[in-house]
């Protein structure tokens, strides 16, 4: 219901067709990689969806964070842009409701950048890669665990949005957030628990431990920033 | 009955107090204007009745109901227009209003008759951000009348409107109580306007509540106290005047 809702309100802002684009844009990454440097990766002793990844997700994955990030702040400009959302509160629904069907909404296009994305790697590694018989269970696996830990993403980048009335300044922390992720060490454990640099991640770089930790603390930011914009959407009431 | 009440109602900024210690009765089924002027705190009241702003003091019933408990249950049969119109620009004037109807969970055919009502049927596929100023105002009333709602509260509804657009408005809102059984809850700077509407009459001033009853009390009371009748709207400077006078540099 609110899901539909929220979907309805992004018509003819580009939400969509910034999503498509972009998860198309990134699917190319490993494309062209592969086109133009087999030679490179073609004799690495390793599945090819790891030879894949370790080439091509650091930058797969700005694309996806910084699409969450515009995304985010396109969907909370539509209701602050003329005032939408003063009227929205004087329906018969709550705010955090609304907060949670645009959270729904960027999840979903979310699965379908991964979607693409996972589409792509896939055949890349079909294409230009001998393929063994785990290669399926491999692929769902990695979607799987990027969906995890793009959610704290998805959570935080709306967050940000959601507390400006200014879509420009909403974006600026966003993308500077984005900046920030890239500049930390993907090997120190503390600091990429950041939201922002928690989807550089890939499966095939870790131990089963380092995952369930990595795994733990996705869904752990997730249901805390959650908190958090329940907490900021009652106290900011007593402030207007 | 007065379907809405206020006791001792209390908004304060810091320091600066919008709304002071007012009590207001609205009886139901009646149109119900609220007069001030600029900065008086119409529309802080009545960001308070939706629940946009908290009071700071005092309480305040909604057909029998109480915030923040009844919040939502006290929404459902408010429809509202505050202050500017708010709407979805990238989306047109009938996809915004189908937003609100979902949202009350409203027939799909209400969205066309509160259309209708407003005038906007011919522009309804329209952009809203691409409407004039006054289609604007009409979209924000529409949002306010879908589903024809037992409360309504319009700050300022016919602000930006042409003059037949005026007249159209207040001629709806005069018919409102009788047409469909509901109460309207009115806010204008202009006596002479609200004259035209209203049964009953609030003057605020600088956050307090001047006067409250019928026309006809306000005459007569503004009488005794030697003020001039015979234009109503000299009448309400006067009133205002008097109050400011009486505060003094206060404020
Ligand atoms: N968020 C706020 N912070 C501080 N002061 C505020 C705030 N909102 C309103 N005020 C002040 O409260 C007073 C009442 O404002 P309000 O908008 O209720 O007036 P109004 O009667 O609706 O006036 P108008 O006829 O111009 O619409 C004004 O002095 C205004 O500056
Ligand atoms: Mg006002």
């Known amino acids: ?240 | 009955m007065n379907i809405i009440e206020t006791q001792n109602l209390t908004k304060s900024y810091g320091k600066f107090t919008a709304v002071s210690e007012i009590n207001l009765h609205v009886p139901k089924g009646t149109v119900y204007g609220f007069l001030g002027p600029n900065g008086a705190g119409k529309s802080t009241a009545m960001k308070m009745f939706l629940g946009l702003t908290k009071p700071t003091g005092g309480a305040f019933v909604i057909n029998g109901k109480q915030f923040p408990g009844d919040r939502v249950q006290i929404l459902k049969e408010v429809g509202s227009f505050i202050e500017a119109p708010a709407f979805y620009g990238n989306l047109t004037g009938e996809e915004n209003l189908d937003i609100i109807r979902r949202i009350l969970g409203l027939p799909k055919s209400s969205v066309s008759e509160a259309l209708e009502i407003v005038g906007l049927t011919q522009y309804r596929k329209r952009l809203a951000k691409k409407y004039s100023l006054g289609m604007k105002q009409r979209l924000g009333l529409a949002g306010a009348l879908i589903g024809k709602p037992p409360i309504l509260i319009l700050d300022e509804p016919t602000n930006g409107l042409d003059p037949v657009g005026i007249h159209e408005i207040r001629a709806l809102i005069r018919s409102l109580p009788q047409q469909f059984e509901c109460t309207v809850f009115v806010s204008s700077h202009l006596l002479s306007e609200i004259e035209l509407m209203a049964d009953n009459i609030g003057i605020l001033n600088h956050g307090r509540l001047l006067f409250e009853g019928t026309l006809d009390t306000l005459k007569s009371s503004a009488a005794s106290m030697g003020y001039p009748t015979d234009n109503l709207e000299d009448t309400f400077f006067a009133l205002i005047d008097a109050d400011n006078r009486q505060r003094g540099g206060v404020r």
């Open chain 1, 1 to 240: 219901m609110s899901f539909g809702l929220e979907l309805r309100k992004v018509k003819r802002t580009g939400f969509l067709p910034a999503f498509l684009g972009g998860g198309i844009l990134a699917a190319a990454v490993p494309v062209l990689n592969m086109a133009f440097r087999s030679e490179i990766y073609v004799g690495i002793n390793a599945a090819p969806v790891n030879i894949l990844l370790n080439a091509n997700w650091q930058i797969m994955s700005m694309f996806n964070i910084l699409l969450v990030v515009v995304g985010a702040c396109i969907m909370y400009n539509t209701e602050y842009a003329e005032g939408a959302i003063q009227k929205m509160c004087t329906l018969p629904t709550k705010e955090s409701t609304m907060f949670f069907g645009k959270i729904a909404v960027l999840i979903a296009v979310s699965i379908l950048l991964l979607l693409i994305e996972t589409i792509s790697v896939f055949g890349c590694s079909v294409h230009w890669f001998e393929v063994s018989a785990d290669l399926y269970m491999e692929t769902l696996k990695s979607f799987g665990f990027f969906l995890l830990l793009m959610l704290p993403t998805v959570f935080c980048a709306l967050l940000i949005a959601s507390l400006s009335k200014n879509m420009w300044i909403g974006l600026g922390i966003g993308v500077m957030c984005v900046f920030a992720a890239t500049m930390i060490p993907s090997q120190n454990f503390v600091l990429t628990l950041f939201p922002f640099a928690l989807p550089f991640q890939t499966l095939e770089n870790h131990t089963a431990d380092v995952i369930r930790n990595y795994a733990a603390a996705g869904a752990v930011e997730t249901v805390l920033i959650a908190l958090l914009e329940i907490m900021i959407l009652k106290v900011r009431r007593s402030f207007e």
